[in-house]
Protein backbone atom coordinates (compact mmCIF):
# COMPACT_ATOMS: atom_id res chain seq x y z
CA UNK A 1 0.00 0.00 0.00
CA UNK A 2 1.57 3.46 -1.20
CA UNK A 3 1.88 5.49 2.14
CA UNK A 4 0.77 9.12 2.98
CA UNK A 5 2.42 11.84 0.55
CA UNK A 6 4.36 14.11 2.22
CA UNK A 7 3.80 17.64 3.53
CA UNK A 8 6.00 20.59 4.92
CA UNK A 9 5.42 21.06 8.39
CA UNK A 10 5.03 17.46 9.99
CA UNK A 11 4.06 16.53 13.13
CA UNK A 12 8.04 16.71 14.61
CA UNK A 13 7.57 20.47 13.28
CA UNK A 14 4.77 22.98 13.85
CA UNK A 15 1.72 21.04 12.15
CA UNK A 16 -0.44 22.79 9.56
CA UNK A 17 -3.50 25.03 10.74
CA UNK A 18 -6.69 23.71 8.83
CA UNK A 19 -9.88 24.97 8.09
CA UNK A 20 -12.62 22.67 6.72
CA UNK A 21 -16.08 22.95 5.47
CA UNK A 22 -18.29 21.74 6.13
CA UNK A 23 -16.94 21.42 9.62
CA UNK A 24 -18.65 17.41 9.92
CA UNK A 25 -18.17 14.60 7.97
CA UNK A 26 -21.49 14.22 5.86
CA UNK A 27 -23.26 10.68 6.29
CA UNK A 28 -23.66 9.67 2.98
CA UNK A 29 -20.24 10.65 1.98
CA UNK A 30 -19.28 13.56 0.02
CA UNK A 31 -16.86 16.01 -0.03
CA UNK A 32 -15.31 18.44 2.41
CA UNK A 33 -12.63 20.98 1.43
CA UNK A 34 -9.58 21.44 4.19
CA UNK A 35 -7.48 25.10 3.21
CA UNK A 36 -4.05 24.31 4.69
CA UNK A 37 -1.07 26.70 5.84
CA UNK A 38 1.80 25.63 5.66
CA UNK A 39 1.57 22.50 3.78
CA UNK A 40 3.42 23.14 0.51
CA UNK A 41 5.48 21.00 -2.33
CA UNK A 42 5.29 18.16 -4.20
CA UNK A 43 3.42 15.10 -3.43
CA UNK A 44 6.14 11.75 -2.97
CA UNK A 45 4.82 8.78 -1.99
CA UNK A 46 6.97 6.56 0.37
CA UNK A 47 8.38 3.45 -1.06
CA UNK A 48 7.77 4.55 -4.20
CA UNK A 49 10.83 6.19 -6.64
CA UNK A 50 8.38 8.59 -8.22
CA UNK A 51 6.94 12.11 -7.03
CA UNK A 52 5.00 14.97 -8.82
CA UNK A 53 5.50 18.67 -9.38
CA UNK A 54 4.20 20.62 -7.30
CA UNK A 55 2.23 22.12 -10.57
CA UNK A 56 0.16 19.30 -10.67
CA UNK A 57 -2.23 17.73 -8.09
CA UNK A 58 -1.46 15.13 -5.91
CA UNK A 59 -3.75 11.87 -5.74
CA UNK A 60 -3.11 9.04 -3.32
CA UNK A 61 -5.57 6.14 -1.63
CA UNK A 62 -5.22 6.53 1.98
CA UNK A 63 -7.06 4.79 4.60
CA UNK A 64 -7.94 6.87 7.92
CA UNK A 65 -9.26 5.54 10.83
CA UNK A 66 -13.28 6.84 11.90
CA UNK A 67 -15.31 5.86 14.48
CA UNK A 68 -16.00 5.94 18.19
CA UNK A 69 -13.06 6.60 20.44
CA UNK A 70 -10.47 6.00 17.30
CA UNK A 71 -11.84 2.05 16.47
CA UNK A 72 -10.19 0.29 13.58
CA UNK A 73 -13.58 0.99 11.21
CA UNK A 74 -11.79 2.60 8.57
CA UNK A 75 -13.16 4.38 5.45
CA UNK A 76 -10.87 4.70 1.87
CA UNK A 77 -10.43 8.75 1.12
CA UNK A 78 -8.58 10.67 -1.94
CA UNK A 79 -6.18 13.04 -0.82
CA UNK A 80 -5.53 15.64 -3.20
CA UNK A 81 -2.99 18.19 -2.49
CA UNK A 82 -3.09 21.30 -4.78
CA UNK A 83 -0.18 23.79 -4.18
CA UNK A 84 -2.75 26.85 -5.51
CA UNK A 85 -3.58 28.37 -1.82
CA UNK A 86 -2.78 25.15 -0.60
CA UNK A 87 -6.05 23.65 -0.11
CA UNK A 88 -6.49 19.84 0.56
CA UNK A 89 -10.00 17.98 -0.94
CA UNK A 90 -10.86 15.20 0.61
CA UNK A 91 -13.45 12.95 -0.77
CA UNK A 92 -15.49 10.43 1.38
CA UNK A 93 -15.87 7.36 -0.53
CA UNK A 94 -17.27 5.28 1.80
CA UNK A 95 -20.75 6.15 3.71
CA UNK A 96 -20.49 6.92 7.33
CA UNK A 97 -22.86 4.42 8.84
CA UNK A 98 -25.58 6.37 11.38
CA UNK A 99 -24.62 4.47 14.28
CA UNK A 100 -20.86 5.78 14.03
CA UNK A 101 -20.48 9.05 15.76
CA UNK A 102 -19.55 12.45 13.45
CA UNK A 103 -16.56 12.68 12.47
CA UNK A 104 -14.70 16.34 11.99
CA UNK A 105 -13.52 17.41 9.21
CA UNK A 106 -10.57 18.73 10.81
CA UNK A 107 -9.75 15.34 12.60
CA UNK A 108 -9.82 13.65 9.36
CA UNK A 109 -7.28 15.61 8.05
CA UNK A 110 -5.49 16.10 11.19
CA UNK A 111 -5.02 12.58 10.99
CA UNK A 112 -3.90 12.19 7.65
CA UNK A 113 -1.37 15.46 8.19
CA UNK A 114 -0.13 13.61 11.00
CA UNK A 115 0.74 10.71 10.01
CA UNK A 116 3.46 12.53 7.72
CA UNK A 117 7.24 11.39 8.31
CA UNK A 118 8.84 13.49 5.41
CA UNK A 119 8.67 17.01 4.84
CA UNK A 120 9.35 18.10 1.74
CA UNK A 121 9.73 21.29 -0.14
CA UNK A 122 8.41 22.89 -3.08
CA UNK A 123 10.17 22.38 -6.34
CA UNK A 124 11.80 24.83 -7.55
CA UNK A 125 13.74 25.88 -10.61
CA UNK A 126 17.17 27.24 -9.83
CA UNK A 127 18.44 30.51 -9.13
CA UNK A 128 21.83 31.93 -9.21
CA UNK A 129 22.54 33.53 -5.54
CA UNK A 130 26.31 34.13 -6.04
CA UNK A 131 28.02 34.87 -9.23
CA UNK A 132 30.92 33.78 -10.67
CA UNK A 133 33.91 36.21 -10.58
CA UNK A 134 36.80 37.15 -13.09
CA UNK A 135 40.44 35.92 -12.19
CA UNK A 136 43.46 37.14 -12.97
CA UNK A 137 46.47 34.57 -12.67
CA UNK A 138 50.03 33.88 -13.43
CA UNK A 139 50.63 31.37 -16.26
CA UNK A 140 51.53 27.98 -14.36
CA UNK A 141 49.21 28.36 -11.49
CA UNK A 142 45.42 27.11 -10.94
CA UNK A 143 42.46 29.05 -10.73
CA UNK A 144 39.13 28.35 -9.60
CA UNK A 145 35.46 30.03 -10.06
CA UNK A 146 32.54 29.29 -8.20
CA UNK A 147 29.40 30.37 -8.36
CA UNK A 148 26.24 29.06 -6.54
CA UNK A 149 21.87 28.83 -6.87
CA UNK A 150 19.16 27.67 -4.85
CA UNK A 151 16.57 25.59 -5.60
CA UNK A 152 14.79 22.26 -5.11
CA UNK A 153 15.77 19.99 -5.54
CA UNK A 154 19.59 21.08 -5.25
CA UNK A 155 20.69 21.69 -8.49
CA UNK A 156 23.76 20.16 -10.36
CA UNK A 157 26.21 22.25 -11.99
CA UNK A 158 28.30 22.28 -14.92
CA UNK A 159 31.05 24.67 -15.61
CA UNK A 160 31.47 26.11 -18.94
CA UNK A 161 33.96 28.00 -21.18
CA UNK A 162 34.33 29.93 -24.14
CA UNK A 163 37.64 30.86 -26.04
CA UNK A 164 35.52 33.04 -28.94
CA UNK A 165 34.09 35.37 -27.16
CA UNK A 166 30.47 33.93 -25.89
CA UNK A 167 29.92 32.00 -29.76
CA UNK A 168 30.25 28.68 -28.50
CA UNK A 169 30.91 27.27 -24.86
CA UNK A 170 32.18 23.71 -24.38
CA UNK A 171 32.46 21.65 -20.78
CA UNK A 172 34.88 22.56 -18.29
CA UNK A 173 35.96 22.29 -14.81
CA UNK A 174 35.76 24.83 -12.57
CA UNK A 175 39.57 24.54 -11.59
CA UNK A 176 41.98 25.38 -14.76
CA UNK A 177 45.24 25.73 -14.85
CA UNK A 178 46.20 29.12 -16.60
CA UNK A 179 48.14 28.55 -19.20
CA UNK A 180 48.30 31.85 -22.00
CA UNK A 181 46.65 30.30 -24.28
CA UNK A 182 43.76 30.58 -22.53
CA UNK A 183 43.80 34.76 -21.80
CA UNK A 184 40.45 36.07 -22.10
CA UNK A 185 38.53 32.90 -21.90
CA UNK A 186 35.32 32.66 -20.85
CA UNK A 187 33.58 30.79 -18.29
CA UNK A 188 29.97 30.11 -16.77
CA UNK A 189 27.85 27.75 -14.31
CA UNK A 190 24.62 26.27 -15.54
CA UNK A 191 22.73 25.01 -12.40
CA UNK A 192 19.73 22.16 -13.51
CA UNK A 193 17.32 20.42 -11.65
CA UNK A 194 14.11 18.24 -12.35
CA UNK A 195 12.15 21.86 -12.38
CA UNK A 196 14.19 24.08 -14.84
CA UNK A 197 18.16 25.25 -15.50
CA UNK A 198 19.73 29.02 -15.17
CA UNK A 199 22.88 29.78 -16.20
CA UNK A 200 25.10 32.48 -14.73
CA UNK A 201 26.87 35.41 -15.75
CA UNK A 202 30.35 34.99 -17.54
CA UNK A 203 33.43 35.43 -15.90
CA UNK A 204 37.27 36.42 -17.09
CA UNK A 205 39.82 34.35 -17.13
CA UNK A 206 43.12 37.17 -17.33
CA UNK A 207 46.55 35.43 -17.83
CA UNK A 208 49.62 37.05 -16.87
CA UNK A 209 53.15 35.73 -17.56
CA UNK A 210 55.88 34.85 -15.17
CA UNK A 211 58.09 37.53 -14.60
CA UNK A 212 61.59 36.97 -14.89
CA UNK A 213 64.78 38.81 -14.49
CA UNK A 214 65.90 38.16 -18.27
CA UNK A 215 63.46 36.14 -20.32
CA UNK A 216 60.48 37.39 -22.35
CA UNK A 217 58.64 34.98 -24.21
CA UNK A 218 56.87 32.09 -24.76
CA UNK A 219 57.78 27.96 -22.82
CA UNK A 220 56.30 24.61 -23.22
CA UNK A 221 57.11 22.18 -20.66
CA UNK A 222 56.97 18.62 -21.85
CA UNK A 223 54.75 15.77 -20.24
CA UNK A 224 56.06 13.26 -17.97
CA UNK A 225 58.08 10.87 -19.40
CA UNK A 226 58.04 12.85 -22.85
CA UNK A 227 61.06 15.18 -24.00
CA UNK A 228 61.26 17.60 -27.04
CA UNK A 229 63.56 16.93 -30.07
CA UNK A 230 62.73 19.91 -32.10
CA UNK A 231 62.11 23.64 -32.06
CA UNK A 232 62.18 26.08 -34.85
CA UNK A 233 61.18 29.77 -35.65
CA UNK A 234 61.48 33.02 -37.62
CA UNK A 235 61.63 36.88 -36.93
CA UNK A 236 62.87 39.93 -38.49
CA UNK A 237 66.41 41.35 -37.11
CA UNK A 238 65.04 44.24 -35.04
CA UNK A 239 66.55 47.83 -34.95
CA UNK A 240 68.53 48.58 -31.67
CA UNK A 241 68.64 52.41 -30.57
CA UNK A 242 71.76 53.57 -28.90
CA UNK A 243 72.17 56.60 -26.36
CA UNK A 244 75.88 57.95 -26.39
CA UNK A 245 78.54 56.20 -24.85
CA UNK A 246 75.37 53.22 -23.62
CA UNK A 247 76.21 49.67 -23.73
CA UNK A 248 73.06 47.40 -23.26
CA UNK A 249 72.33 44.08 -24.86
CA UNK A 250 69.18 42.20 -25.96
CA UNK A 251 69.10 38.35 -27.67
CA UNK A 252 65.83 36.80 -29.93
CA UNK A 253 66.23 33.03 -29.98
CA UNK A 254 64.45 29.57 -29.97
CA UNK A 255 66.09 27.01 -28.17
CA UNK A 256 65.59 23.29 -26.18
CA UNK A 257 66.55 23.18 -22.56
CA UNK A 258 66.82 25.68 -19.84
CA UNK A 259 68.86 27.71 -17.26
CA UNK A 260 72.38 26.33 -17.63
CA UNK A 261 71.51 23.08 -20.16
CA UNK A 262 70.45 24.39 -23.16
CA UNK A 263 71.11 24.16 -27.17
CA UNK A 264 70.30 28.02 -29.00
CA UNK A 265 70.55 29.50 -32.08
CA UNK A 266 69.78 33.19 -32.92
CA UNK A 267 70.37 37.38 -32.95
CA UNK A 268 71.88 39.65 -31.01
CA UNK A 269 71.27 43.93 -31.54
CA UNK A 270 73.43 45.35 -29.33
CA UNK A 271 74.95 49.03 -27.97
CA UNK A 272 78.43 48.84 -27.46
CA UNK A 273 79.43 52.46 -26.43
CA UNK A 274 76.76 53.79 -28.15
CA UNK A 275 77.19 51.72 -31.55
CA UNK A 276 74.83 49.30 -32.64
CA UNK A 277 75.77 45.82 -32.72
CA UNK A 278 74.44 43.05 -34.83
CA UNK A 279 75.70 39.62 -34.75
CA UNK A 280 74.00 35.68 -35.41
CA UNK A 281 75.70 33.44 -32.79
CA UNK A 282 74.59 29.91 -31.56
CA UNK A 283 74.97 28.04 -28.17
CA UNK A 284 75.20 24.95 -26.53
CA UNK A 285 75.06 26.35 -22.76
CA UNK A 286 76.27 23.12 -20.62
CA UNK A 287 78.14 21.06 -23.58
CA UNK A 288 81.84 22.79 -22.00
CA UNK A 289 83.34 20.93 -25.41
CA UNK A 290 81.32 23.81 -27.18
CA UNK A 291 81.09 26.62 -24.94
CA UNK A 292 83.44 26.84 -22.45
CA UNK A 293 82.03 29.41 -20.59
CA UNK A 294 78.93 28.93 -21.31
CA UNK A 295 78.89 32.18 -23.61
CA UNK A 296 76.93 32.40 -27.61
CA UNK A 297 79.71 32.06 -29.92
CA UNK A 298 79.57 34.45 -32.59
CA UNK A 299 78.91 32.76 -36.10
CA UNK A 300 81.89 34.14 -38.57
CA UNK A 301 81.73 37.92 -40.45
CA UNK A 302 80.62 36.37 -43.57
CA UNK A 303 76.97 35.87 -41.79
CA UNK A 304 76.48 38.28 -41.35
CA UNK A 305 72.92 40.11 -39.78
CA UNK A 306 71.03 43.84 -40.56
CA UNK A 307 68.37 45.35 -39.01
CA UNK A 308 65.17 44.17 -41.00
CA UNK A 309 66.67 40.79 -42.22
CA UNK A 310 64.17 37.94 -41.77
CA UNK A 311 65.92 35.29 -40.03
CA UNK A 312 65.12 31.63 -39.17
CA UNK A 313 66.45 28.70 -36.78
CA UNK A 314 66.24 25.47 -36.09
CA UNK A 315 67.29 23.00 -33.69
CA UNK A 316 66.93 19.28 -33.49
CA UNK A 317 68.38 16.31 -32.24
CA UNK A 318 68.63 13.14 -33.80
CA UNK A 319 70.02 10.02 -31.63
CA UNK A 320 72.85 11.57 -30.15
CA UNK A 321 73.14 14.25 -32.78
CA UNK A 322 72.48 17.42 -32.22
CA UNK A 323 71.76 19.81 -35.93
CA UNK A 324 71.64 23.60 -35.54
CA UNK A 325 70.73 25.20 -38.63
CA UNK A 326 70.18 29.80 -39.33
CA UNK A 327 69.42 31.18 -42.01
CA UNK A 328 69.04 34.58 -43.25
CA UNK A 329 66.70 34.88 -46.00
CA UNK A 330 67.33 38.24 -46.78
CA UNK A 331 71.29 37.94 -47.32
CA UNK A 332 70.99 34.66 -48.65
CA UNK A 333 72.95 32.68 -46.79
CA UNK A 334 72.70 29.15 -44.58
CA UNK A 335 74.63 27.98 -41.49
CA UNK A 336 74.52 24.46 -40.11
CA UNK A 337 76.33 22.82 -37.54
CA UNK A 338 76.21 18.73 -36.16
CA UNK A 339 77.28 18.48 -32.98
CA UNK A 340 77.59 14.81 -30.61
CA UNK A 341 75.61 15.19 -27.73
CA UNK A 342 77.94 15.29 -24.28
CA UNK A 343 77.38 13.03 -21.51
CA UNK A 344 75.36 13.57 -19.62
CA UNK A 345 72.97 14.85 -22.36
CA UNK A 346 71.60 18.17 -22.38
CA UNK A 347 68.08 18.77 -21.20
CA UNK A 348 65.17 18.42 -23.47
CA UNK A 349 62.74 19.20 -20.97
CA UNK A 350 61.61 22.59 -22.35
CA UNK A 351 61.23 24.13 -25.71
CA UNK A 352 61.25 28.08 -25.67
CA UNK A 353 60.83 31.37 -27.91
CA UNK A 354 62.75 34.24 -26.59
CA UNK A 355 63.69 37.57 -25.96
CA UNK A 356 66.31 37.95 -23.82
CA UNK A 357 68.79 40.15 -21.92
CA UNK A 358 71.73 38.68 -21.50
CA UNK A 359 72.90 40.93 -18.73
CA UNK A 360 70.81 39.09 -16.46
CA UNK A 361 68.23 42.14 -16.03
CA UNK A 362 69.58 43.31 -12.60
CA UNK A 363 70.85 46.85 -14.32
CA UNK A 364 71.05 48.91 -13.40
CA UNK A 365 71.14 47.96 -9.19
CA UNK A 366 73.92 45.50 -10.03
CA UNK A 367 75.55 48.03 -12.47
CA UNK A 368 75.48 45.58 -15.55
CA UNK A 369 74.39 46.72 -18.80
CA UNK A 370 70.39 47.04 -19.49
CA UNK A 371 68.10 45.19 -22.05
CA UNK A 372 68.65 46.67 -25.30
CA UNK A 373 65.24 49.38 -27.15
CA UNK A 374 64.30 47.69 -30.30
CA UNK A 375 62.05 48.03 -32.39
CA UNK A 376 59.11 45.04 -31.68
CA UNK A 377 60.31 41.18 -32.24
CA UNK A 378 57.59 39.10 -33.69
CA UNK A 379 58.20 35.54 -33.98
CA UNK A 380 56.31 33.39 -36.51
CA UNK A 381 56.06 29.81 -37.35
CA UNK A 382 57.25 29.06 -33.86
CA UNK A 383 56.70 25.01 -34.00
CA UNK A 384 58.33 22.07 -31.62
CA UNK A 385 58.39 18.35 -31.83
CA UNK A 386 58.41 15.73 -29.24
CA UNK A 387 59.07 12.40 -29.12
CA UNK A 388 55.65 11.36 -28.31
CA UNK A 389 54.78 12.25 -31.52
CA UNK A 390 53.08 15.33 -31.41
CA UNK A 391 54.67 18.19 -33.57
CA UNK A 392 53.19 21.82 -34.26
CA UNK A 393 52.68 25.35 -33.03
CA UNK A 394 52.72 26.22 -29.66
CA UNK A 395 49.42 26.20 -29.08
CA UNK A 396 49.38 22.25 -30.16
CA UNK A 397 50.82 21.34 -27.04
CA UNK A 398 49.71 21.64 -23.30
CA UNK A 399 51.90 23.12 -20.46
CA UNK A 400 51.98 26.40 -22.43
CA UNK A 401 53.39 29.20 -20.13
CA UNK A 402 55.07 33.24 -21.26
CA UNK A 403 57.77 35.22 -19.31
CA UNK A 404 58.71 38.83 -19.00
CA UNK A 405 61.39 40.59 -18.12
CA UNK A 406 60.75 42.57 -15.05
CA UNK A 407 63.16 44.59 -12.31
CA UNK A 408 62.00 45.94 -9.64
CA UNK A 409 58.47 45.68 -11.01
CA UNK A 410 59.14 47.21 -13.77
CA UNK A 411 58.31 45.46 -17.22
CA UNK A 412 60.82 45.73 -19.56
CA UNK A 413 59.41 43.32 -22.44
CA UNK A 414 56.13 41.28 -21.93
CA UNK A 415 54.67 39.04 -24.78
CA UNK A 416 51.58 39.50 -26.57
CA UNK A 417 48.80 36.87 -27.48
CA UNK A 418 49.34 34.00 -29.67
CA UNK A 419 47.44 34.62 -33.13
CA UNK A 420 44.71 32.63 -34.27
CA UNK A 421 47.23 29.66 -35.71
CA UNK A 422 48.91 29.54 -32.35
CA UNK A 423 52.47 30.03 -33.98
CA UNK A 424 53.41 33.61 -33.82
CA UNK A 425 53.58 36.64 -31.09
CA UNK A 426 55.26 39.90 -30.72
CA UNK A 427 57.19 41.11 -28.01
CA UNK A 428 58.19 45.03 -27.52
CA UNK A 429 61.21 45.63 -25.41
CA UNK A 430 60.36 48.51 -23.50
CA UNK A 431 56.83 47.99 -22.80
Given at each position: ?7 A ?9 L ?14 R ?31 S ?14 R ?247 DA ?23 W ?32 G????S ?6 S ?33
Amino acid sequence: MLALPAFAGSAAASPPRLRARPATLPARGGRVRLRVSGARGVCRFKGAARGLPAKRPCAVRLTVSVGANRSERRRIVVVRLRTHRHRLSVRIIERRRAADPPQTAASIGLAVLGAVTDPISAASAPAITSQPASESATAGTVVTFAASASGSPAPAVQWETSGDGGATWTPTSPSVAAEMALNGHLYRAVFTNSAGSVTSAAATLTVTPTSTPNFAGYIVRASAGEVFTAVAASWSVPTVTCSPGQSTFEAQWPGIGAHTSVVQAGTETNCESGLPEYYAWYDMFGDTAVSPNGYAIALPSSYAIAPGDTMSAAISITGSTWQLTLSDATANWTWTATVTSPNPPLDQSTVEWMVEDPAVGCAPSCGLPALSATTPVTFSDASATGDGGLSGPISLFSGVGAEQIAVNSTVLATPGPLDAAGDSFSIAPGA
